[in-house]
C-alpha cells in the first residue's frame, strides 16, 4: 500500500483499490463486522480515498463495508473525483455467501457518466457472476446491463477467492472475460472498452485470494490484457489506456 505514496499529481488519473480495502473481508456475521461498518460520507475509507483524490488529482474507487443513515449494511464503493467529492457509492448486487451474513442486496447495477471518462460501470467481485449461483450461467446479467447501457469503462473491486484447480491468475483473468462475453464484439464499442479489475492477494483466515489484478482492452477482437499481476503479487500497477 505505501508505495502509492510515491506517486503524486499527474501520475495517476484513476486509482483502484479492492472490494472491503482496509477492513478485511472474511467476517463471520453482522456482530463481527459491525465496528468496521463505515458512513458513507465521512467512513475512514471514503475519507482516505478523498485525500488521496486531492492529493494525486485523480479519481479513486475504494470498496468498504457500508451503514446508511437509515441503518442498513451493504458491501459498498465509494467513487470520489479529482477534486475529492463523492460521486456516487455502489452498492453490490450480487452477494457472495460471505456477504450474506451481515449485508443486504444493493438496489440495482450502475452506471455513472463522467465528462472525462464516458459512461462508467461500477461492480464489485461477484456481480460479474450468475446470481446466487443459481441463475443460468449464460444469463450474464452484469455484462448484459452494461452492454445495454452503453458502458465504455467497468471497474471493479474484488475479494476474489483462489480456484480450487489453481490455474493462477490468468486462468482467474480467462474467467472474468468470460463473464463479459456480452459485451465483446458490440457496435458501440467503436475503439477502446476496458474492464478494470482489482483483487485481494494473501489470505485471511481460511480462505485464499486469487490476486490477478488487470487491466484489459475487451474491444477486439484480439483482446489485449493490458497489464496484470501475479496471484501472490502486491504493489502499485500503473497502465497507461487511450480513450
Known amino acids: 500500500m505505501f508505495c502509492m505514496y510515491s506517486y503524486g499529481p499527474g501520475d495517476i488519473d484513476i486509482l483502484v483499490l479492492p472490494e472491503m480495502a482496509f477492513t478485511g473481508y472474511k467476517f463471520e456475521n453482522l456482530d463481527e463486522i459491525k465496528p468496521f461498518l463505515e458512513d458513507t460520507e465521512t467512513g475512514p475509507s471514503v475519507m482516505w480515498a478523498k485525500q ?3 492529493r494525486l488529482a485523480a479519481y479513486v474507487v ?4 457500508e451503514v446508511t443513515s437509515d441503518g442498513h449494511y ?3 464503493l465509494c467513487f470520489v473525483d479529482r477534486q475529492g467529492q463523492l460521486l456516487t457509492t455502489y452498492q453490490k448486487t450480487f452477494l457472495f455467501e460471505t456477504d450474506e451474513q451481515w449485508a443486504r442486496e444493493g438496489p440495482g447495477f450502475r452506471t455513472i457518466d463522467v465528462p472525462e471518462l464516458g459512461k462508467v460501470g461500477l461492480g464489485i467481485c461477484m456481480d460479474i457472476n450468475p446470481y446466487k449461483f443459481e441463475a443460468s450461467f449464460n444469463a450474464y446479467e452484469f455484462a448484459t446491463y ?5 458502458t465504455q469503462l467497468i471497474i471493479c473491486c474484488m475479494a476474489w ?3 480450487s484447480s489453481g490455474g493462477g491468475a490468468l486462468e482467474t483473468i480467462r474467467y472474468w472475460v468470460h463473464r463479459l462475453a456480452p459485451l465483446c464484439h458490440k457496435e458501440h464499442i467503436t ?6 479489475a482489482c483483487n485481494r492477494t494473501g489470505q485471511e483466515r481460511d480462505v485464499t485470494f486469487a490476486g490477478g489484478s488487470s487491466v484489459l482492452d475487451l474491444a477486439g477482437p484480439p483482446f489485449r490484457l493490458l497489464d496484470y499481476m501475479e496471484e501472490t503479487e502486491q504493489g ?5 489506456i487511450k480513450q
Open 52 to 54: 488521496q483524490a486531492v
Open 62 to 65: 475504494v470498496g468498504y463495508p
Open 74 to 76: 451493504y458491501n459498498s
Open 146 to 150: 452494461h452492454n445495454e447501457q452503453k
Open 161 to 163: 477467492l483462489r480456484s
Open 191 to 196: 475503439q477502446h472498452f476496458y474492464f478494470v
Open 236 to 240: 502499485v500497477m500503473v497502465v497507461e
